[in-house]
């Protein structure tokens, strides 16, 4: 997220945030990414360009916050009854989302415009935030279950990584031998 | 890399390179990084602006271009005659590199500026043929070694993960403890 204040939701902030979404949304696919620019977006938006540097900095900054909005997930994991099962499937579903090419733009849309790594750090903690659920329920089971770090560190981390240094052999099955991987390590 | 065809070392097109590569650092350090412009490095090399767009695309294509030039290995791993000190020191040093300031700008104009994703294909795998040193003298010396994928997914991806979404926590502690997982699972 921005440093800048935000104001409080269904204000003009907000009011002003939906409009410049809907913008870009909207040109992007009229114009192409490239042809962005904040007096393009602001003329659509119907505010000032003064109103878009105030409070995103940038063109880049603007199209960071977005993609972090747009990789929030909708949902809570799917609830298998099972930790492997659980973990499984949001790996192959994470998977799915963040190599696919919305989910690549996304991150790396997040990546660039995030002067200050919030942004970055925001889609890490929506990751976390999966796998705690995923893991509370486990401890509720009565179900031996790894730290959050230890399914960061070598579930998340690995396919973020392929995905982008590297991103050849990605597919469930890859999913499924980390969370394989990290599951015998505890049990 | 660029996809665009490199001539020959020595000739011309290393010229060229060096040129703008020098002009891009001299300019960075007086005017800052966001007052480059194409014009200006060109002018500063004392070669056209088509010269670098029809080399390089775009300014962003330079600079990352540039930073793998920068993150390339500029020895072999060190031999300590052991594969678990060889790949803590290795994973230490990486770390440090990695995360030093100059190291994550690196990364991310590797990142930004690669259409293609060859940049960043480029730069994992200078940490590949290096795993692969480390893992070739383990071998020859007949120690039990972890695959190259292995050490890749749970040594050197959880840093850069850390690196770009989580900065806190980086330490030489942590390059420790990751390798002595991945030790651990394979002996």
Redesign the interface.
């Known amino acids: 997220m921005s440093p800048r204040p935000m104001a409080r939701p269904g204000g003009r902030s907000a009011r002003v945030q939906e409009a410049v979404h809907t913008a870009v949304r909207e040109l992007e696919s009229e114009v192409g990414r490239d042809a962005l620019t904040v007096p393009l977006v602001a003329a659509r938006a119907g505010v000032t360009p003064s109103t878009i540097y105030r409070r995103w900095g940038d063109l880049r900054e603007l199209l960071s916050d977005m993609a972090v909005e747009r990789l929030r997930p909708e949902a809570l994991p799917e609830n298998h009854g099972g930790l492997a099962s659980d973990l499984t499937v949001w790996a192959e579903h994470f998977l799915d989302e963040m190599a696919s090419p919305s989910g690549r733009a996304y991150i790396?849309d997040a990546?660039?415009g995030d002067p200050d790594?919030s942004n970055?750090?925001q889609?890490?903690a929506y990751a976390a935030d999966q796998v705690e659920v995923i893991l509370a329920r486990a401890a509720a089971r009565g179900e031996r279950a790894p730290e959050a770090e230890t399914v960061?560190?070598?579930v998340?981390?690995?396919m973020?990584?392929?995905i982008?240094?590297?991103?050849g052999g990605l597919d469930a099955a890859y999913a499924r031998h980390?969370v394989a991987?990290v599951l015998d390590?505890t049990g």
Do not use: N
């Open positions: 790396r990546l660039l790594g970055a750090g889609c890490s960061l560190d070598h998340v981390a690995p973020m990584y392929r982008l240094f590297r991103p980390l991987g390590a």
